[in-house]
């Protein structure tokens, strides 16, 4: 049995897994799917102060309060950086990092250093009365969607779950200065569906940090692929736990 914490992206909440979990617990597995702070369940601490510190506190808290051991860590998108600032502070207690159609970033980066279109968004809220936070994104033309989805019924479930993103959240920098978390394996799953203009996708290095050959798989679908592909991810998600 492994046990797997799933997080989710900007915007998101844990409610975005809810097609997922229950393959993994099918299967034997532990899952956890938190809401990270100003989302889901979470959306009325949505303030100012929040950023990308609050959110590893709140996984690391999790963590600890939860005794977890082995574990699979997975984030989506933004929460790239929020699984490697985790991995950094308790690499002792992770057996493998997912990075889900991920920002993958280095040392002392944010979410703009990564993915430099997010200061486009960062500049329009600055023009609003509201600057500290970000609405989601608006749906876009086939094939791009809401994030990926195109179902009428998902997109309409899809964006009821939605919430404003705190700015502070892309513009604190990721801490990952502990050698230790080297040694942690990983695997990036890219979605490969259509992508907006503007999107940047860093190539991934052909050698893990721990030295080993890097492990990329993809799905062909859009970016929330928990959504639109579950059982596709859920079975690249247990080939992990074989290996």
Known sequence: ?????????????????????????????????????????????????????????????????EDLTEVVLVGHSYAGLVVSSVANEVPERIAHLVYLDAMVPEHGETAVDVQPMTQHLIDLAATSDSAWRIPPLPEMPAPLGLFGVTDPADVAWLRATLSDQPVRCLVQPVRLDNPAVDAVPRTHIHC???????????????????????????LPTGHDCMITMPTDLSDLLLDITLR
């Open 1 to 65: 049995m492994s046990t797997f914490l799933l997080v989710h992206g900007a915007w998101h909440s844990g409610r975005c897994w809810e097609r997922v979990v229950p393959l993994l617990e099918s299967a034997g597995h532990r899952v956890f799917a938190p809401s990270l702070t100003g989302y889901g369940d979470k959306a009325h601490l949505l303030d100012p102060e929040v950023g990308l510190d609050t959110h590893v506190e709140d996984v690391l808290k999790l963590i600890h309060e």
């Open 192 to 218: 490969v569906g259509a992508e907006p203009e503007g999107i940047v996708r860093r190539p991934v290095p052909a050698t893990q940090p721990n030295g080993s050959p890097a492990r990329v798989r993809e």
